[in-house]
């Protein structure tokens, strides 16, 4: 086996050792991470069909490819450790057996097959294989780069529409169960048809983003999102046949329907405000606010004019009814809208600090990606940082200021130029 440039000398061997066993636990927690993405977990345990069928065979196999290649890593590593640890002062000959493993094609790959999609990159497949670690690491990235394409795009996909599709199908049958009610049913009204229609299409889209979500990924033009077309192609569609049975509604019985409505309005309007003080109390024990606004009781008024108007009603006194329902329901809708605002405004802390917790944990992995956990200034930032954000109360502000500085530190430590030997683990 050919040296890679000249022998290395005792303090270089072990600088290459110091520097490789971080790279290694780097590489490692990259690929525990993969291991227990959830994405993977629900990729593994389905029935895929289509397109993700395909692309998960590709990227199962590549993953099993990454863990016989960090194998052969650790192998790698483990044997120069090893040798490197007989004597103090190793001979020449074992300077160059170590150079020839920490420089050269000193790792050997057995009965690794590599998978077809990148046999571009490694030429064809061997049962055994020398390769340097350089190129080993070259060839576990590109791996990793596509298996966590693939299994983060899955989770997406299965995180955002299948939920999102069983609340449009229960809005449809509640529709449907509505305009039967009023005798809007298949093959009476064309409502009643385009219902039935848009229950089975719904149907059918959930069963495919279960088994095929790949099939809903969109890299172009919005990359990192699910392609949510038909999804809201049948949600308008819903929406169409909602007005048109409300009409039938409002011809059949305006006023009981307006009704139902205004009380469902204030009871959310209610359980909104009951909502917001609950957070309230929260928030003013968790962060440390002082223009938390305060948050109203329900409004009596309004109660008192829904009394008055279901007695209208029940008496039959269309003519009063009709203006008082007139500004109820404005008056009602404001409610509402007021409700949801104060709940909105009581709870912004809550969001501000769980967004920085998300912004911090996202940036710790960031840095494990790029092999700097150890870094001391990083370490005492995050700790730091995470010291504020989850202290009760927690003070916003100066935990807005310790996670920008951790992220100042990031970038000003991850832009700083490396030598071709300071290598990181798979990004």
Same mark, same amino acid.
């Given at each position: 086996?050919?040296?890679?440039?000249?022998?290395?000398?005792?303090?270089?061997?072990?600088?290459?050792?110091?520097?490789?066993?971080?790279?290694?636990?780097?590489?490692?927690?990259?690929?525990?991470?993969? /291991?227990?993405?959830?994405?993977?977990r629900?990729?593994?345990?389905?029935e895929?069909?289509?397109?993700?069928?395909?692309?998960?065979?590709?990227?199962?196999?590549?993953i099993?490819?990454l863990?016989?290649?960090?194998?052969?890593? +650790?192998d790698?590593?483990?044997?120069?450790?090893?040798?490197?640890?007989?004597?103090?002062?190793?001979?020449? +000959?074992?300077l160059?057996r170590?150079?020839?493993?920490?420089?050269?094609?000193?790792?050997?790959?057995?009965?690794?097959?590599?998978?077809?999609?990148?046999?571009?990159?490694?030429?064809?497949?061997?049962?055994?294989?020398?390769?340097?670690?350089?190129?080993?690491?070259?060839?576990?990235?590109?791996?990793?780069?596509?298996a966590?394409?693939?299994?983060?795009?899955?989770?997406?996909?299965?995180?955002?529409?299948?939920?999102?599709?069983?609340?449009?199908? !229960?809005?449809?049958?509640?529709?449907?169960?509505?305009?039967?009610?009023?005798?809007?049913r298949?093959?009476?009204?064309?409502?009643?048809?385009?219902?039935?229609?848009?229950?089975?299409?719904?149907?059918?889209?959930?069963?495919?983003?279960?088994?095929?979500?790949?099939?809903?990924?969109?890299? $172009?033009?919005?990359?990192?999102?699910?392609?949510?077309?038909?999804?809201?192609?049948?949600?308008?569609?819903l929406?169409?046949?909602?007005?048109?049975?409300?009409? $039938?509604?409002?011809?059949?019985?305006?006023?009981?329907?307006?009704?139902?409505?205004?009380?469902?309005?204030?009871?959310r309007?209610?359980?909104?405000?009951?909502?917001?003080?609950?957070?309230?109390?929260? $928030?003013?024990?968790?962060?440390?606010?002082?223009?938390?606004?305060?948050?109203?009781?329900? !409004?009596?008024?309004?109660?008192?004019?829904?009394?008055?108007?279901?007695?209208?009603?029940?008496?039959?006194?269309?003519?009063?009814?009709?203006?008082?329902?007139?500004?109820?329901?404005?008056?009602?809708?404001?409610?509402?809208?007021?409700?949801?605002?104060?709940?909105s405004?009581? +709870?912004?802390?809550?969001?501000?600090?769980?967004?920085?917790?998300?912004?911090?944990?996202?940036?710790? !992995?960031?840095?494990?990606?790029?092999?700097?956990?150890?870094?001391?200034?990083?370490?005492?930032?995050?700790? /730091?940082?995470?010291?504020?954000?989850?202290?009760?109360?927690?003070?916003l502000? !100066?935990?807005?200021?310790?996670?920008?500085?951790?992220? /100042?530190?990031? +970038?000003?430590?991850?832009?700083?130029?490396?030598?071709?030997?300071?290598?990181?683990?798979?990004?």
């Amino acid at each position: 086996m050919a040296v890679a440039g000249p022998v290395m000398g005792r303090e270089e061997v072990d600088r290459a050792l110091a520097r490789l066993g971080a790279e290694h636990e780097a590489v490692e927690s990259s690929l525990l991470a993969l /291991q227990d993405h959830s994405g993977r977990r629900l990729l593994e345990g389905a029935e895929l069909t289509g397109v993700t069928k395909e692309r998960w065979a590709a990227t199962d196999a590549a993953i099993s490819a990454l863990w016989t290649h960090f194998e052969a890593y +650790t192998d790698a590593l483990h044997a120069a450790r090893e040798l490197r640890a007989r004597r103090r002062w190793p001979t020449q +000959t074992e300077l160059t057996r170590l150079t020839e493993l920490l420089r050269g094609d000193g790792v050997t790959v057995t009965g690794a097959a590599v998978p077809d999609h990148a046999r571009s990159l490694t030429g064809p497949a061997r049962l055994t294989e020398q390769l340097s670690l350089e190129k080993l690491l070259a060839r576990m990235n590109a791996w990793y780069d596509q298996a966590m394409e693939t299994v983060a795009a899955a989770d997406s996909v299965w995180s955002a529409l299948p939920a999102r599709i069983d609340l449009l199908a !229960a809005e449809t049958q509640r529709v449907r169960s509505l305009a039967q009610s009023v005798g809007v049913r298949p093959g009476t009204h064309p409502s009643g048809d385009d219902l039935e229609h848009l229950v089975r299409e719904l149907a059918e889209l959930r069963a495919r983003t279960v088994s095929d979500p790949l099939a809903f990924w969109q890299p $172009v033009p919005a990359p990192g999102r699910p392609d949510v077309s038909r999804y809201e192609q049948a949600g308008r569609q819903l929406e169409e046949i909602r007005r048109e049975v409300e009409a $039938v509604l409002h011809v059949r019985d305006d006023a009981e329907h307006r009704l139902v409505r205004l009380r469902d309005v204030l009871s959310r309007a209610d359980r909104t405000l009951t909502e917001a003080r609950g957070a309230r109390v929260e $928030v003013l024990s968790k962060i440390l606010a002082s223009d938390v606004p305060a948050v109203s009781g329900p !409004a009596a008024a309004l109660h008192e004019q829904l009394a008055a108007a279901e007695e209208f009603a029940r008496t039959a006194q269309w003519h009063r009814l009709s203006p008082l329902l007139d500004g109820l329901e404005q008056t009602a809708d404001e409610e509402l809208l007021r409700a949801r605002d104060s709940l909105s405004a009581v +709870t912004a802390p809550l969001a501000v600090r769980a967004e920085l917790r998300g912004r911090l944990d996202a940036y710790r !992995a960031k840095v494990a990606r790029l092999g700097m956990a150890e870094d001391p200034v990083l370490i005492e930032r995050y700790d /730091q940082a995470r010291r504020l954000l989850w202290s009760a109360p927690c003070d916003l502000a !100066a935990a807005d200021r310790a996670v920008q500085r951790y992220q /100042q530190a990031v +970038t000003e430590i991850g832009s700083t130029p490396r030598t071709p030997t300071d290598r990181r683990g798979p990004a």
